[in-house]
Each structure stands twice: as structure tokens, then as C-alpha cells.
């Protein structure tokens, strides 16, 4: 089964590994690389070659002018006579006399190859010398190129036209820049192979790191995410192996809070729904009074299961930052509205024992919900009608960190034992003592609180001693600008 739908008819997608594609890319470009530089100073040299051999072609040609005229000579013959014998053929290198359209004096001896045999050089010389100028040409015969010049040669005394022609063999001239580069294509040839050898495992070592993730991937299901990737070196690799396997954390921290969650609201859940269960199968349908107080237990133990959702929702609202609003707020202006407010809540002695005067970047509503959280939790735990519960807030501009904002509320009650001041925080807790769980609460008071302040990038904490009060207070970062 494919992946994706394809078009009917159409052909299927060949994959092509990363590792391939990079040795690809590598090869290609150290291939082009190489043929590119071999082909340019192969073409340069051969400009060099050609250069020098038309250079001596001319040379040759002035030769023959000097001969001429030292030679002494008063016929054609004896000119041209004196020309082939004293202009001896190098290497590569072959001459011709032609006297009246036709061959008539060739180097003697052994030499690389001849001129008088090719008939279609000598009448081409001919044609193009008629008009008395010194001509160059490149011309094929008998399987050789050959570069030639071609000069007219008269003499006042005779009647007769001749020309004297030298010609070089280019291709023997060129023999040895060929196979230069033969033998330099060879070894790139070579070269690529070693270069492909060692790229393969080379690209196979620094992709072993994606191979790793991939197969990871592979193997991490939603119930399991605690595998993590062997981070190894210290490059771009290793840094996305670093990240992923942060991101593995987050998400493995994320799964263990919501199985958690659902453990305990399942557990939450249960008791009211078996009171309700339990009282229905044994209510009395036939007296009035049993039905009515069934009836109010069960819309009593639903209203509470209503505010646990509530609750819920809270705190996983409190736990995303991104949700927050935060704009500048007047610290003092905030402290005396939640002091307001808190007044509502119950007869107490409500004081606001400091203010911070300042402007914090925040979410007013958020810590107005958490303040009127420890607030409520005050009144439930702290002292009795009149009792004083005080609210206050500070900046502290000369904290490690850039400063913080504090905001705190205390009671006078009872005060926390000392080994439950750890455990108030987390959710659901019960017990008497136990802060964050007041009557009918759903234990999530302060677990709230203290998503609301980790969203803000602060924290909260408790200061208290058994029969002397508990002090709670949000401690939040500046990282935002105050005044």
C-alpha cells in the first residue's frame, strides 16, 4: 500500500536515499570541477603548441629567405637545391620544393614523413601561392594533420615559378600533451572513485545520527517516549539530535502529566458517582422524604463534579503561557482590586500590609485569580471570623536575574506541617491539613496557583510554622520592562 494516492498510470516515485543524493551532488561537482580545469589547460597548452609551431614555420621561412639569398646561385634549381640541403627537417617536421606546378626537390635521409607523395598538397600550395604571398594552412592527408607554410620562390634570372613549403605534423606535435591528459582523466577517474569510496562512508557516518532519529521515531509509540538518541560529536547533527531529544522530554513529560491528570480525576470522579449510584438503588420510591433527599445529595455530588471539571479546565488553562495576555499594570492599583474583591469573600480583617509601586508587564486577570485563590484558601484555613489575613506585593529590583515582582498573602492559623508543605502544591491532595483542599474544593486550588505563576516564568512558594500562620507568595520574573 502506497503512502500517498498517485494518478492512475502514473509511475512511481523512485527514492532515493539522502546518502545517495549527497555522494551524487559530491561526484558530480568534483567530476565537472575536474573536467572543466583538465579541459582548459588541455586547450591552452595546445594554443601554446599551435603557437609555437606556427612560430617556427615562420622561422623556417625567413631561413630560406637568408639561404637564398647566400646561396649564390643564378637557376631556380640551384636555389631551391641549396634551400632543402641546408634547411635539414627537425623532428616532426617534413619540407618540399616545387618548381613549375610540380614536386622537384624533397629532403634526403630519413625523415618523419614525406611531402612530394601528396598530390593534393602541392597543387593546394600552388593555387594558393599564384599571387606571390606567403601563405599558412592546415591541411589532412594519409592520416595526418599537418600545419604547413608555404612561400613563393623566384629568381630574376629564370623563368621558372617555384615555392618551398615546410609542414609540421600536429598530431605527433600534440602526442605528448595528449597523453598528459589521458594520463591526468585516468587519474581523476581514479581520484572520483576514491572520493565516491570515501564520501559513501563518510555521509553514512554523519547521517547515522538521522538513521538513529528515524528509527527512534520508529519505535516511540504514544504510551512509550522514553527512548532517547545517542547524542555524539558536536555539530549541526548533534545539535538536532539535541533538540529532538528535548523535544522527546517535553513530550514525555507532557504524557506523563495527562495520564496523571486522567488517573486522577478518574479516581476524583468515582466517589461521587458511587455516592449518587448508591444512594439511588436504595432509595425509597415510595416516600416522599427519602426521594427528595436522594434528590439533593445527587444534584449536591453532581455540582461538584461540575466544579472538578471547572477546575480542570483551569489548570490547564494555567499552564499555557501562550494564552496570557500580559500588558502593563500598576502593581499598587493591582493589589488594592484584589484586595476589593477579597473583601467579598468573607468577614475578615483584610490588609494590604505593602504595595509595589511600579509597572510590570503581566496578566492582571491571571494573578488576580491566583491572589483571590490563596485568598480563599486563607479564609478557609486561616482563622475564624474577624481573624486578619494580610495581602501585600514588592519589587525587588536588586534580585539576582534582572529583579522580581512578589506577591504575597497571609493568615494567622493554624499554619502547615512541614512535611506536607511540598505536597500542598500538587493536585488533588487530601487530608486535613492538606492546603488547596477546602470544603467541597476539588484539591486543584493551588496546583492552579502555581501553573499561573510557572506560565509568567516564576514560581510560588510557602513560608510556615505549625500554630503560626502561612505566608504564601508568587514570585515572578522581570523579564519584561518595569517603571
Given at each position: 500500500m502506497s503512502d500517498s494516492p498517485s494518478e492512475p498510470g502514473a509511475r512511481p516515485r523512485v527514492r532515493v536515499s539522502v546518502r545517495v543524493r549527497i555522494l551524487a551532488t559530491l561526484l558530480l561537482a568534483a567530476g565537472i570541477g575536474m573536467a572543466v580545469a583538465g579541459a582548459t589547460a588541455y586547450l591552452l597548452q595546445r594554443e601554446r603548441v599551435l603557437a609555437t609551431v606556427d612560430e617556427r614555420l615562420t622561422t623556417l621561412v625567413s631561413d630560406a629567405k637568408t639561404v637564398a639569398a647566400d646561396s649564390g646561385a643564378t637557376t631556380l634549381d640551384g636555389v631551391m637545391t641549396a634551400i632543402i640541403q641546408r634547411l635539414r627537417p627537425g623532428a616532426n617536421e617534413s619540407s618540399l620544393a616545387i618548381i613549375d606546378r610540380a614536386p622537384a626537390l624533397s629532403p634526403g635521409g630519413s625523415v618523419d614523413f614525406r611531402l612530394d607523395g601528396n598530390a593534393a598538397l602541392v597543387t593546394r600550395?600552388?593555387?594558393?601561392?599564384?599571387?606571390g604571398d606567403v601563405v599558412r594552412g592546415t591541411v589532412t592527408a594519409?592520416?595526418?594533420t599537418l600545419r604547413y607554410i608555404a612561400a613563393p620562390v623566384q629568381v630574376s634570372s629564370d623563368a621558372r615559378t617555384g615555392s618551398f613549403v615546410a609542414a609540421v605534423d600536429l598530431q605527433a606535435e600534440l602526442r605528448p600533451l595528449t597523453d598528459a591528459f589521458t594520463t591526468y582523466a585516468l587519474v581523476a577517474a581514479i581520484a572520483l572513485v576514491a572520493v565516491g569510496i570515501v564520501g559513501w562512508f563518510v555521509?553514512?557516518?554523519?547521517?547515522?545520527?538521522?538513521?538513529?532519529?528515524?528509527?527512534?521515531?520508529?519505535?516511540?509509540?504514544?504510551?512509550?517516549?522514553?527512548?532517547?538518541?545517542?547524542?555524539?560529536?558536536?555539530?549541526?547533527?548533534s545539535q538536532l539530535t539535541t533538540t529532538v531529544n528535548g523535544m522527546l522530554d517535553r513530550l514525555d513529560d507532557a504524557l506523563t502529566a495527562q495520564r496523571q491528570l486522567l488517573d486522577?480525576?478518574?479516581?476524583?470522579?468515582?466517589?461521587?458517582?458511587?455516592?449518587?449510584?448508591?444512594?439511588?438503588?436504595?432509595?425509597d420510591v415510595s416516600d416522599p422524604a427519602d426521594v427528595a433527599a436522594s434528590r439533593d445529595l445527587a444534584i449536591d455530588e453532581l455540582d461538584r463534579m461540575s466544579g472538578l471539571v471547572t477546575d480542570i479546565t483551569l489548570l490547564a488553562d494555567s499552564g499555557r503561557a501562550g494564552g496570557f495576555?500580559?500588558?502593563?499594570?500598576?502593581?499598587?492599583?493591582?493589589?488594592?482590586?484584589?484586595?476589593?474583591?477579597?473583601?467579598?469573600?468573607?468577614?475578615?480583617?483584610w490588609v494590604v500590609s505593602e504595595r509595589a509601586h511600579g509597572i510590570v508587564d503581566v496578566d492582571a486577570d491571571r494573578i488576580t485569580q491566583a491572589m483571590l485563590q490563596l485568598a480563599a484558601n486563607a479564609v478557609a484555613y486561616g482563622e475564624t471570623a474577624g481573624g486578619r489575613i494580610e495581602l501585600g506585593s514588592?519589587?525587588?529590583?536588586?534580585?539576582?536575574?534582572?529583579?522580581?515582582?512578589?506577591?504575597?498573602?497571609?493568615?494567622?492559623?493554624?499554619?502547615?506541617?512541614?512535611?506536607?508543605?511540598?505536597?500542598?502544591f500538587e493536585r488533588f491532595q487530601r487530608g486535613p491539613s492538606t492546603r488547596g483542599r477546602g470544603p467541597g474544593g476539588s484539591g486543584l486550588g493551588l496546583a492552579i496557583?502555581?501553573?499561573?505563576?510557572?506560565?509568567?516564568?516564576?514560581?510560588?512558594?510557602?513560608?510556615?510554622?505549625?500554630?503560626?500562620?502561612?505566608?504564601f507568595t508568587i514570585i515572578l520574573p522581570l523579564t519584561r520592562g518595569t517603571t
Open positions: 600550395v600552388v593555387s594558393e601561392t599564384a599571387d594519409d592520416g595526418r555521509a553514512g557516518r554523519l547521517l547515522r545520527p538521522i538513521r538513529s532519529l528515524t528509527n527512534a521515531a520508529n519505535r516511540i509509540t504514544a504510551s512509550d517516549l522514553s527512548e532517547r538518541i545517542p547524542v555524539a560529536g558536536n555539530d549541526d547533527i486522577d480525576v478518574g479516581h476524583e470522579l468515582k466517589t461521587p458517582l458511587t455516592i449518587v449510584r448508591g444512594h439511588l438503588e436504595l432509595v495576555d500580559l500588558a502593563p499594570v500598576d502593581i499598587a492599583d493591582l493589589t488594592d482590586r484584589i484586595r476589593a474583591k477579597a473583601e467579598a469573600m468573607a468577614d475578615r480583617e514588592a519589587l525587588d529590583a536588586d534580585a539576582p536575574d534582572g529583579g522580581q515582582l512578589r506577591l504575597w498573602v497571609r493568615d494567622f492559623g493554624p499554619g502547615i506541617p512541614l512535611d506536607a508543605q511540598q505536597r500542598i496557583v502555581s501553573g499561573i505563576a510557572a506560565a509568567h516564568g516564576g514560581r510560588v512558594t510557602v513560608d510556615s510554622q505549625p500554630g503560626e500562620g502561612a505566608t
